[in-house]
């Protein structure tokens, strides 16, 4: 299940990659959810879409993670506690940090301003990320404004093996430690602010006829994907 709501932007391109990637992805609506909530049942891994859901109105992802608790309850918890995977990419990372499904926040840039622009990330070995096994660096781009992530113990948080991807080079929005993604305990809910979904093909990368941007998204969608077949 790729789930939207008011705003998010990325739902298509998530879609895409997860089609790419093996899984059978459908296209959900929160207001579709709202009315039937037994979908999320039916589902065996779950997206949260990046984009400005409800216009970032009240804070980014505040809106979402209040309408996606009122909507179902308890029931992402146990989508969780049931072992799928969950992913939340940018306003989707804002979301699960909101509802409490992963640890810390999301402040706004240092720099003031919205980013726009190509990072690299690497996977973190000590990870317990299942999205993220096996995995090295990935090339792909951030658009966001409120992408600092901060967080009281950074250092517990990487004993505990949740930080799942750190910014390589430049840091660009200013987040404790450089961490650009993290998991939850179990390490089936990742959270990340940068978009793999919009690197999963060679020619996405605007450096491409030049010989850069090895470093693909598609692979963190596969790895996801994998484990949710054979769990």
Known sequence: MVLAAPGTNRDHDAAFALDLAGAEPRLTLLAELAADPALLHDAQLLVLAGGFSYAD??????MWALSLVHVIGDALTQFVEAGKPVIG??????????????????????????QCDWVTVQAQP???????RDLDTIDCPIAHGEGRYVHP????????????????????????D????????????LGLMPHPENHVVARQH?????GAGAGSGLA???QGVRYAKER
């Open 220 to 222: 963190l969608f596969e």
């Open 178 to 189: 450089a961490i650009a993604g993290v998991c939850d305990p179990s390490g089936v809910v």
């Open 57 to 62: 109105a009240l804070g980014a992802g505040r």
């Open 126 to 132: 000590s990870s317990r990320c299942i999205w993220t």
């Open 89 to 114: 990419i940018c306003n989707g990372f804002q979301v699960l940090t909101r509802t409490g499904l992963l640890p810390g926040s999301l402040a706004h840039n240092v720099s003031g301003q919205f």
């Open 206 to 210: 605007p450096q491409h006829a030049r």
């Open 153 to 176: 113990d950074t250092a517990a948080l990487a004993a505990s093996g949740q930080i799942a991807l750190r910014y390589v080079g430049a840091n660009p929005n200013g987040s404790l």
